[in-house]
């Protein structure tokens, strides 16, 4: 646009004006809120891995935890969902660039077409991360953790996981949950899990074939221990986690589902965003406002947004499930 | 810039398939872990791990480059947002993780046995 435009034109007004750097100022404001956005994010990512090098010896395994595929019941399928989504963000990706394109062009109905394809993709995205909260919530297996916080999880004689399920014993006796309107007005309880410790125990004590497996980490793997050494060890037992919570989780370190739910609600935020921001823009381009204007800058500027989007995953991905 | 634009669309899926192939090749990694690469460390940290993150900057370079088209931008503005970018996380990292890792060290060998 650069030196066509002159100051009187009221619509190159409105993609910010003629800037420096042969950029318009609209464009630059959104490439440098994605510097200091960028640079947001490379703050939680290098928090998760102050964190991860602080309890290197200790932290989940995370193509252990993330191992489910919608309709695979049962089967482990560790980081093909996430490689599924990542390829959805990423195609959505390419047909934002080909409505930018497009409109590089001129050609209203091929942004349109273009833009709708990104909104759904963005769409598939959220649904997808919204299935994965939900499995990451509820869990698999359980587990529990000791007096000192550390999580044992059970395992059979070949390593494989056991759930609680399985082996705890129902013991006769009903725990009933502290709500507030039943003690004193501010105290209460989150919701009991399915087992009570002493049920665990029991159970525990009744399968000689069931070991625990301790967060310990030694040459990449999580050690188990003997049957003499569980059986003493689950006598410390303090509470039954199932699923993840703020508060604590079965997968291991409480910090790990703490930065799940904050890094990846933070980029799902952004993508819910990104959708609100692409709806805006593709209802402008039907309405022709771009049209008039001759000018598609608007779709570029959301594009790079949705770009940095794609990007921020791009990271995500490899920091939260392959390394 | 409304004037004539020639289209992309040719260069737009040359580099999806770029990124779909490193995707491709990355998950394949992580679920193979081959025994040579997963268990030799470069830097104390593994080459796997490595491999990932010098192929995540790859697809970073291509999204940035290429979608977000910084390759047609002046040199100034490319500069202005790459250099404080990649300045400011080298650093981050750096301190960060050398942090990180002191700390662990702390908790192995010194008399502290429980959470700070």
């Given at each position: 646009?650069?030196?066509?435009?002159?100051s009187?034109?009221?619509?190159?007004?409105?993609?910010?004006?003629?800037?420096?750097l042969?950029a318009?100022?609209g464009?630059?404001?959104?490439?440098?809120?994605?510097?200091?956005?960028?640079?947001?994010?490379?703050?939680?990512?290098?928090?998760?891995?102050?964190?991860?090098?602080?309890?290197?010896?200790n932290?989940p395994?995370?193509d252990?935890?993330?191992?489910?595929?919608?309709?695979?019941h049962?089967?482990?399928?560790p980081m093909?969902?996430?490689a599924?989504?990542t390829?959805?963000?990423?195609?959505?990706?390419?047909?934002?660039?080909?409505?930018?394109?497009?409109?590089?062009?001129?050609?209203?109905s091929k942004?349109?077409?273009?833009?709708f394809?990104?909104?759904i993709?963005?769409g598939?995205?959220?649904?997808?991360?919204?299935?994965?909260?939900?499995?990451?919530?509820?869990g698999?297996?359980?587990?529990?953790?000791?007096?000192?916080?550390s999580?044992l999880q059970?395992?059979?004689?070949?390593?494989?996981?056991?759930a609680?399920?399985?082996?705890?014993?129902v013991?006769?006796?009903?725990r009933?949950q502290?709500?507030r309107?039943k003690?004193?007005?501010?105290?209460e309880e989150s919701s009991?899990?399915?087992?009570?410790?002493?049920e665990?125990?029991?159970?525990?004590?009744?399968?000689?074939?069931?070991?625990?497996r301790?967060?310990?980490?030694?040459?990449?793997?999580?050690v188990?221990?003997?049957?003499?050494e569980?059986l003493?060890r689950?006598?410390?037992?303090k509470?039954?986690?199932e699923?993840?919570s703020?508060?604590?989780?079965e997968y291991g370190?409480?910090?790990?589902?703490?930065?799940?739910f904050?890094?990846?609600g933070?980029?799902?935020?952004?993508?819910?965003?990104g959708?609100?921001?692409n709806?805006?823009?593709?209802?402008?381009?039907?309405?022709g406002?771009?049209?008039?204007?001759?000018s598609?800058?608007?779709?570029?500027?959301?594009?790079?947004?949705?770009?940095?989007?794609?990007l921020?995953?791009?990271?995500?991905?490899?920091?939260?499930?392959l390394? | 810039?409304?004037?004539?634009?020639?289209s992309?669309?040719?260069r737009?899926?040359?580099?999806?398939?770029?990124?779909?192939?490193?995707?491709?090749v990355?998950?394949a990694?992580?679920?193979?872990?081959?025994?040579a690469?997963?268990?030799?460390?470069?830097?104390?940290?593994?080459?796997?791990?490595?491999?990932?993150?010098?192929?995540?900057?790859?697809?970073?370079?291509?999204?940035?480059?290429?979608f977000?088209?910084?390759?047609?931008?002046?040199?100034?503005?490319?500069w202005s947002?790459v250099a404080?970018?990649?300045?400011?996380i080298?650093?981050l990292c750096?301190i960060?993780?050398?942090?990180?890792d002191?700390?662990?060290e702390?908790?192995?060998?010194g008399?502290?046995?429980?959470?700070?």
């Amino acid at each position: 646009m650069g030196a066509t435009v002159n100051s009187n034109d009221e619509h190159a007004l409105l993609d910010g004006g003629p800037g420096p750097l042969g950029a318009t100022y609209g464009k630059m404001m959104m490439w440098f809120f994605i510097v200091s956005d960028a640079l947001t994010f490379s703050g939680f990512l290098a928090a998760y891995g102050f964190s991860r090098f602080k309890y290197i010896e200790n932290w989940p395994l995370a193509d252990e935890v993330f191992t489910h595929f919608p309709f695979l019941h049962g089967v482990s399928a560790p980081m093909y969902y996430v490689a599924l989504m990542t390829f959805i963000l990423i195609f959505s990706s390419v047909t934002m660039v080909l409505a930018v394109d497009a409109g590089h062009q001129l050609k209203k109905s091929k942004v349109a077409f273009y833009m709708f394809l990104t909104i759904i993709g963005g769409g598939i995205f959220l649904g997808s991360q919204a299935w994965e909260w939900k499995n990451f919530i509820k869990g698999e297996y359980g587990a529990v953790e000791t007096v000192g916080g550390s999580i044992l999880q059970f395992v059979d004689k070949d390593g494989k996981r056991v759930a609680l399920h399985e082996f705890a014993k129902v013991l006769p006796g009903e725990r009933e949950q502290l709500t507030r309107d039943k003690g004193f007005w501010f105290t209460e309880e989150s919701s009991l899990p399915t087992y009570t410790v002493a049920e665990v125990i029991e159970g525990f004590k009744a399968h000689p074939d069931v070991l625990i497996r301790t967060e310990q980490i030694v040459k990449k793997e999580k050690v188990t221990l003997t049957r003499e050494e569980s059986l003493k060890r689950i006598e410390g037992t303090k509470y039954v986690v199932e699923g993840a919570s703020l508060i604590r989780n079965e997968y291991g370190h409480k910090l790990f589902a703490d930065f799940f739910f904050f890094i990846t609600g933070f980029h799902g935020f952004h993508v819910f965003t990104g959708v609100l921001l692409n709806v805006i823009v593709f209802f402008n381009v039907i309405l022709g406002t771009y049209e008039k204007r001759r000018s598609y800058e608007m779709v570029e500027k959301v594009g790079l947004y949705w770009h940095f989007v794609d990007l921020v995953w791009v990271f995500v991905f490899t920091f939260f499930y392959l390394v | 810039m409304a004037h004539t634009h020639e289209s992309n669309t040719k260069r737009i899926w040359y580099v999806f398939g770029i990124l779909s192939v490193i995707t491709t090749v990355e998950v394949a990694l992580g679920i193979i872990k081959p025994e040579a690469l997963f268990m030799n460390n470069f830097l104390s940290m593994s080459l796997l791990n490595w491999i990932f993150i010098i192929l995540t900057v790859v697809k970073a370079y291509y999204i940035v480059w290429a979608f977000m088209h910084l390759e047609g931008e002046t040199k100034g503005l490319r500069w202005s947002i790459v250099a404080p970018l990649v300045f400011l996380i080298l650093y981050l990292c750096f301190i960060l993780l050398v942090e990180g890792d002191y700390v662990y060290e702390v908790y192995k060998t010194g008399q502290i046995k429980w959470n700070f």
